[in-house]
Every structure is written in structure tokens, then in C-alpha cells.
């Protein structure tokens, strides 16, 4: 028993130094900030913006080989709704960027963007609403590359890495320019079409905020808080594990302390149509056709308490035999995991990117 309750107030502090996690980001003045404006975008709807402003950070320097191109640039890829920035917090950071740590900025120039419809880079909420473009992945996707290739100039990264919706875009970089990368890993998500529950949940999310009256069509004066609390709720529960949260929380007045102080956390920051334009960008996602044409060394890796990707489907087990160089990894469920979550805490992972890195190249 004084084990368990070590434990859970272990993982307490873990999730107050996740409430923390803002303090955190404004303490790397190392990631430093640009803009990249790409002229008259054409988006696979059809539809164009006549600038397409993209953020992303940097942090390290890059290194050229004989022929002046570049051999160390890595990109990592945000989730939905994330930011480069989010790259900052220590659980990734302090474990990957630290002197000597897999991703060391004096080896690696590492590239974090802003996605359309993220952060700093052109969204919604920059006055366009509900008639911005209608995006997809393939348009995130092609925005990346042309921060890699005409913004840095850079020809072939080192490796291409995400999580979440960054793994989904890891997998469609390797397969959009197929010699784009040596190396990819993909961190929690699967090479599917999103359908089942891990569309429902989306689904969910978006009508929620359609429903409420208060969103308008879009043209809102202030926030739907109601639609907006809905979609929150999901996204709560999407991105959760059981048993840690059992651990830390065993009690029902614990839960309901937590979850108000998370709820008006998020309000306080959420914007409705571009969180409606996030979760929507997913509906043309399917790489499966052709994982098999795949030419970069692959480590994919999936965690088994991910509501998002339950392993029980079987589905990753199944796609990465179709791809010629990749390898597929379970992180197993346990007390100190994070749920969908356990893609940024890379002290789980960190040793599969190594091998990733030295297999693929050194």
C-alpha cells in the first residue's frame, strides 16, 4: 500500500508539472522563430489563399556535406491543435535535446512547423472563419515540404518524426517524396482511414460546436462556450489512460477538482473554427495503398493504452508488414504511461529512435 500511494503521488506531481507545462515553453529561448509566406496556395479543394503564412522554429545548425546539401535536418511533426512550440516541454525537450540526447541540436538542426490552421500560421481565426480554405492533410503536408525544401533548402532529411497527427503526416511525407527522408517515425496513429470510433469521437466534437447556437455559422462574437465544452470533453477523454488516472485520482471529489481546472484551462484558449477546421482536416487521411512503396528506414510506434489507436484492432500489427524497412513497436500499458498522450514522453521511445537513426544511417 505505501507503494501505491508513492506512486500516486508521483503521479500527481507528473500531472501538475503538466499544468505547468506553459512556464516550461516561455523558459527555450534556444527554438528560434520564423515565417515562410508561400504566394497564391492552391489548395486540393480547389480553393487559394492569395499568402499562405507558415511558422516554424529551429534550434541547432545545419550541416553540408561536399556537395553543399544538407545531412542533418530533422522534422518533428505537432499533433492537432499543437504547436512546434510544443516541442519545448521538458518531457520531450529535456530527454531529446539535451547535451549528448538523441536529438542533440550541436548534431541536428531540427525543424518544428506550425501546421496551417496552428499556432502562428495562417487559420481561421485570422479573419477568414468558416469560409478559409478548407484544408486537408495533403495540403499540411505539401506546406511542410516547401518549408524543408524551398525555405531551407533542404533536399533529404535525416528523419521525419510526429506525434499524432504529426505521425499521420510522417507517414504521407515518406509516400508524397518518396527520397524526402532516410528515416521516418511515426509516434500514435494508425495507416488507416479514419473510420470507426476514431472518427466518431470527431464527429462528436465538431457537431458539438455546430449545435450550439451561439457559434452562428461560424460568425460568433464571442466563443460558443457550450458547443466549445463539448468538444473539449472529448478531447479530455480521447487523450487519457485508466490507470494512472486511477492512481492519482481514486477518488470521485479528486476527479471533479481536476476536471474543472482542465475544462476552464482549455476554454480560456479554444477557438471553435479552427478547432472545427483541425479535427475536420483527418476526413481524406488513408496511406495504406501505398505503404509499400515506402523507401525510408521506418520505426513506428504505437502505445497500448491509446483510446485514439487501441492495439486490440490489430490494425498497425498488420500495416507495417507492408512496409519493406519497418518496424513496429507497443509501448505496454502501465501506471506511469500517458495514454494517447505517451508519444510526447520520449523517455518511453527513446531508445527505438536511436536504433531507428543508427540502422538508418548512424
Known sequence: MRGIRGLAGAVGALLAGLAAA????????????????????????GETLPQLKLRYYTLGQPTTDAAGQ?????????????????????????VLFAPGGVLDPA???????????????????DGLRMK??????????????????????????????????????????????????????PLACQTVALGGRNRLWREMAITSIKADPAWQGGDYQSEPQLGLRGAENMLILAGQSAWPMQIA??????????????????????EANDLIYQLEASRTYDPSPDLSKIKAQVTWVNSADDFINPPELGLAQSEVKRIRNGRF?????????????????????KADLADLLKRSGG
Not at 249 to 270: C, F, H, N, S
Not at 344 to 349: D, K, N, Q
Request: charged share 15%.
Open 329 to 349: 513497436v507497443l509501448i505496454p500499458f502501465g501506471p506511469n504511461t500517458h495514454g494517447h498522450g505517451t508519444h510526447t514522453w520520449a523517455e518511453f521511445w
Open 22 to 45: 506553459g512556464a516550461a515553453l516561455a523558459a527555450a529561448p534556444a527554438f528560434q522563430p520564423h515565417d515562410y509566406v508561400l504566394k497564391d496556395f492552391r489548395f486540393r479543394s
Open 107 to 125: 548534431k541536428y538542426f531540427l525543424i518544428m512547423p506550425d501546421d496551417i490552421g496552428h499556432g502562428a500560421s495562417s487559420k481561421p481565426s
Open 132 to 185: 478559409f480554405p478548407r484544408y486537408d492533410y495533403f495540403d499540411m503536408v505539401e506546406a511542410e515540404h516547401a518549408i524543408v525544401a524551398q525555405a531551407l533548402g533542404v533536399r533529404q532529411l535525416r528523419l521525419v518524426m510526429g506525434t499524432s497527427m504529426g505521425c499521420m503526416h510522417s507517414f504521407m511525407y515518406v509516400e508524397m517524396y518518396p527520397d524526402g527522408a532516410k528515416a521516418a517515425m
Open 70 to 94: 544538407v545531412t542533418n535536418a530533422v522534422l518533428i511533426l505537432h499533433g492537432t491543435g499543437g504547436s512546434g512550440r510544443q516541442f519545448a516541454a521538458p518531457q520531450f525537450a529535456d
Open 249 to 270: 485520482m481514486p477518488r470521485g471529489e479528486q476527479v471533479d477538482a481536476w476536471y474543472a481546472g482542465q475544462i476552464a484551462a482549455r476554454l480560456k484558449t479554444a
